[in-house]
């Protein structure tokens, strides 16, 4: 099953994008947004039942966290969110929420509709220089269209483009732009693959039909390498 799973995700996930230092006129310039349809649902579930722990748990500022077991994280669904200068949004990540967390404002597109099964993918740049991106992946599941305040997202990702990430104030599961490789692991456990320069964790969610998938990019391959782009997705099945 859980096979099965990453290679759900690896088929619905965005290729990486060029951050870790890369030349950022290669992404989408400020504010602008790619249109998509929406992936189909997990059709098959299987019940399983969560094992409790006595392992120490780690502190994600919005939540408890237990390391990771074969490169499975469990947690609540209070945990899926994001962490904004102290102030936990949860998934959906509502816009306004964010808004009032700290996040800037995109005045481009904050007054954008959502046709029906179209989804939304928002640059929102946490600094001036434009090197640090929060990016809801917002989507229109309904029959009309939305507005894009009202939208919901199910994938959020971070991303930066500096040579050398530092902490902006942003947080997913406890992981930090610039977090090192060695402490992401030490917090939240060995992870489900390791390719060098990016890690990768599968999601059970305790209270909640979903099922997630968390994965890093790091600015190299050593363990002292910092995060990069930070991405969380979750599915309904």
Do not use: H
């Not at 890369?22 to 579930?45: A, L, M, P, R, W």
């Amino acid at each position: 099953m859980k096979k099965f799973l990453a290679i759900i995700f690896a088929a619905v996930m965005m290729p990486s994008l060029a951050a870790c230092g890369g030349d950022k006129s290669t992404n989408s310039s400020s504010g602008e947004t790619t249109v998509s349809q929406d992936s189909e649902s997990i059709e098959s579930k299987e019940n399983s039942t969560s094992q409790e722990t006595s392992e120490e748990t780690t502190s994600t500022k919005n939540g408890e966290i237990a390391p990771a077991k074969d490169g499975e994280i469990t947690l609540s669904s209070g945990n899926i969110a994001v962490v904004v200068n102290g102030k936990t949004v949860p998934m959906p990540y509502n816009l306004v929420e964010l808004e009032a967390a700290g996040v800037p404002v995109n005045e481009t597109f904050r007054e954008d509709e959502l046709a029906s099964g179209d989804s939304f993918s928002l640059n929102l740049y946490l600094d001036e220089n434009e090197d640090y991106i929060l990016i809801p992946d917002y989507y229109n599941a309904g029959d009309d269209s939305v507005a894009l305040t009202d939208a919901e997202a199910k994938t959020i990702s971070m991303v930066s483009y500096a040579n050398e990430p530092v902490d902006q104030g942003v947080s997913l599961l406890g992981v930090t732009f610039g977090m090192t490789k060695s402490d992401v692991k030490a917090m939240l456990g060995e992870p489900m693959s390791d390719n060098g320069d990016s890690c990768e964790w599968q999601i059970a969610v305790t209270d909640a039909d979903y099922v997630g998938n968390f994965s890093i990019y790091f600015t190299g391959d050593g363990d002292d390498a910092g995060a990069c782009e930070i991405r969380l997705d979750f599915m309904e099945w």
